[in-house]
């Protein structure tokens, strides 16, 4: 049994020990309910503070990283904009200084021009006032001299006895001159004859040489008495040309003998490809001078040459080829065949009437290396363009580049806020589960709570 004072009306009443139990579990029960709303309380406003702190730093990150990301593209925009200027205005000061100096060079050329027409002009005028004073100096000496013959013939009469004897003796000088005449005449002819006879002994020394030769000896011994000729004459007459070997096989698997070619000023006038083709008389198998054209045509114009000539003795019966330098070009551009003792006059005659061409060339030169010179500004330019192109592709691809990186942190703050949003619904409904719960829920399937609660509840008003 226990005692138990009412706290309001302090009336004593006793009380058997279950219902003391049962009293205090109600108590129990109460300050459980109580305990439970103040906690749920404090886990609402703890949650909220969670949920606004989330909130504060996510939209302080997202507004650093946009922060950042804007400086970034600023940046690179204001460096595009500086690239493209500077590359802008390089390329338009280059073309203005191109441009300034082609002007310069046409003003330099028809300034030339100009001075060169002045001073043709200067010239036609002063030589105009020469060939005046020479007719007026004529013309007056031709008076003098009238009057000069007049007075001759009427003051001298009387000594044309003398002028008489003067003519016998001058008929007698003619008659000296004509002897000496006659005299260096033979002497011309007795030249023309030893050197005649020279070249019948030149001849008659080819066809010995020709019949001395060994099989050995036959493929060089044509080459090595042409490189010696050349060898006599050039101290004399080709000081800037060069005779060398063709020891360089083209991509057919051909080469020629030897090639000459001859420059001046650094200008290259004339080249040609030589072939020297022999054989012995005993060889079973003879060939023709026309069985090797193809392939020296073919020759000349691998090695950029500009004539071909075949140095030959086969077909030594042939009198096409025996009377001097035969043209061949009707059969194959720019071609020549010739014996050997017409290898250096061949090699004059087309080195002299290449040299008239000269002054052209030079002009072509000089014409090529300016188009050499525009070429490679032209190329320089369309590099520099090719380069910048370059360039302004990579800052679009880095510009685009961080565009994505940005909507990729763009998207990763939005999948979190997604996150902190979905979390913030599960805490609502964690709430919500919680506000639910209810004595009535508590003590449901609990007969002894139940009732205990609706004891203390039906007990409480009639207690106070």
């Known amino acids: 049994m226990a005692e138990i004072t009412c706290p309001k009306c302090h009336a004593t009443f006793t009380i058997s020990e279950e219902e003391y139990k049962s ?26 503070d969670a949920v606004k702190i989330a909130e504060a730093a996510v939209a302080k990150d997202l507004q650093q990283i946009i922060s950042e990301k804007t400086a970034e593209i600023s940046s690179l925009k204001a460096q595009l904009v500086t690239k493209t200027t500077e590359n802008e205005l390089a390329v338009k000061t280059a073309v203005a200084e191109k441009e300034k100096q082609i002007a310069g060079l046409a003003a330099q050329i028809k ?140 991509e057919s698997g051909s080469k020629g003998d030897f090639i000459f070619r001859e420059t001046e000023e650094g200008v290259e006038f004339i080249s040609i490809m030589f072939e020297m083709k022999n054989e012995m008389d005993t060889t079973a198998t003879k060939h023709k001078n026309e069985d090797f054209f193809k392939e020296l045509d073919k020759d000349r114009r691998e090695k950029k040459c500009e004539y071909a000539v075949l140095v030959t003795l086969l077909e030594p019966e042939n009198d096409l080829y025996n009377n001097g330098i035969v043209d061949v070009s009707y059969k194959y551009e720019k071609m020549y065949v010739v014996r050997p003792q017409f290898f250096i006059p061949i090699i004059t005659l087309l080195r002299n009437a290449a040299r008239n061409s000269l002054k052209y060339r030079k002009e072509l030169a000089v014409v090529q290396n300016q188009n050499i010179d525009i070429t490679n500004f032209e190329e320089k330019l369309n590099g520099f363009k090719e380069k910048f192109d370059r360039d302004c592709r990579l800052a679009d691809k ?14 990763n703050l939005e999948k979190i806020k997604k996150e902190l949003q979905l979390t913030v619904s599960h805490l609502k409904l964690a709430d919500n589960k919680l506000q639910d719960i209810t004595i009535k829920k508590l003590v449901r399937g609990n007969p002894t709570m139940a009732a205990k609660f609706a004891e203390l509840k039906t007990e409480t008003p009639d207690g106070e």
């Open 23 to 48: 009293i205090r579990m109600q108590l129990r029960d109460q300050e459980f309910v109580t305990a439970l709303h103040e906690r749920e309380q404090a886990f609402e406003q703890s949650k909220l």
């Open 111 to 250: 300034a030339a021009e100009e001075a060169k027409s002045a001073a043709v002009h200067e010239v036609v005028a002063q030589k105009e006032t020469e060939i005046a004073t020479l007719k007026a100096q004529i013309q007056t000496n031709k008076t003098e001299q009238d009057l000069a013959v007049q007075k001759a013939v009427a003051e001298k009469a009387d000594e044309l006895n003398q002028k008489v004897i003067e003519i016998e003796q001058l008929k007698g000088q003619l008659d000296s001159k004509a002897k000496e005449a006659e005299l260096a005449q033979n002497n011309l002819k007795a030249s023309y004859e030893q050197q005649l006879k020279f070249k019948d002994e030149e001849i008659e020394r080819y066809k010995d040489f020709k019949a001395k030769q060994s099989t050995k000896m036959i493929g060089e011994s044509l080459e090595v008495f042409c490189k010696n000729e050349f060898d006599k004459m050039r101290p004399v007459g080709f000081q800037n040309a060069t005779f060398e070997k063709d020891n360089k096989i083209s």
């Open 398 to 411: 880095n510009f685009e580049d961080a565009i994505n990186d940005i909507d990729k942190t763009i998207k």
